[in-house]
């Protein structure tokens, strides 16, 4: 069973040494001369203004949701796929009325203006 | 000890020790971001047990979509919300409560949330040993989720849809608040 899974191990350990071997390699050979500004975060060459953490719009956080909500709806949507043909009608009438529920939100949220970007 | 034994314990220890990081980071950031790796541990972990769809299922909700909400939750919060009181304006009895809600509280928390969930392992009946399962684990949970499982499978779509209004709801009453 675990076989079938070797290139995902493999792949997730050469990708996570990938990183921790350029990290050291940088670490090792870089110089190490920190001075202010230097230190200072990068803006396009400007001198930073203002806090790194500001509060971002709420707005984002509807949208992050709204993936949410239909990133579940994708789940769903696998298994039925698969079993789609030996369930027929019922399993479509049950998906729709699955998705026509979410939607019902998505125009609920549309309705509400929530998804006009101001 | 076998392969797979390996790999459990392998995946086991990253699971744990994000999990730690995850208590014990002290920028909110960073333990939002071993959550991630915490969520990814457990997806390894149903790997391990036969369970391919939920482990998909685990990496697509939980590592996608589950810690980005989360992290646009920190980003939503004004600095002083994620970095609390300041130690100097603090009051005698916040900072006489630190080192237990530091150290005994979470300890307490833990090993009681171990003892039940070693319980429930013990009592629990298994209907078939892990890895026993037929392998094509979608078709298994299709057939369950449109036929047998029918009402709950509906009723899940009306608690999304009332995640989604609850949400937008509040955010707007947010909004037109400022």
Known sequence: ?????????????????????????????????????????????????????????????????????????TVFLYPWAVVFEEIGLFAFVVMMLFIGTLVEGLVYAWKKGALRWV | MTVTDWVFLAVAAVTLFSAYRVVVSRKIMHAALWL????????????????????????????????????????????????????????????????????FLPLVTAIGFAAVMV????????????????????????????????IPFEVASVVLLVALVGAIALALKEESGQ
């Open chain 2, 36 to 103: 991630g790796l915490t969520f990814f541990g457990v997806a390894g972990i149903f790997l391990l047990l036969g369970a391919d769809f939920l482990a998909a299922a685990q990496v697509l909700v939980y590592v996608g979509a589950v810690t980005t909400i989360i992290i646009f939750g920190i980003m939503l919060s004004t600095p002083e919300e994620l970095r609390g009181p300041s130690p100097e304006a603090g009051s005698d009895a916040a900072s006489s409560a630190a080192p237990t809600r530091r150290s």
């Open chain 2, 119 to 150: 319980a429930l392992v013990n009592r629990g009946e298994w209907p078939s040993p892990p890895g026993s399962v037929s392998t094509d684990t979608p078709r298994l949970l299709g057939e369950a989720l449109f036929t047998r499982f029918v």
């Open chain 1, 1 to 73: 069973m675990l076989q079938q899974y070797t290139s995902v191990g493999v792949f997730l350990t050469v990708g996570a040494l990938f990183v921790a071997v350029t990290l050291l390699v940088g670490r090792l050979l870089r110089p190490h001369n920190p001075y202010p500004e230097k230190l200072a975060p990068y803006e396009c060459g400007e001198i930073p203004v203002g806090g790194g953490q500001v509060r971002f719009n709420i707005r984002y956080y509807i949208f992050a949701l709204i993936f949410v909500i239909f990133d579940v709806e």
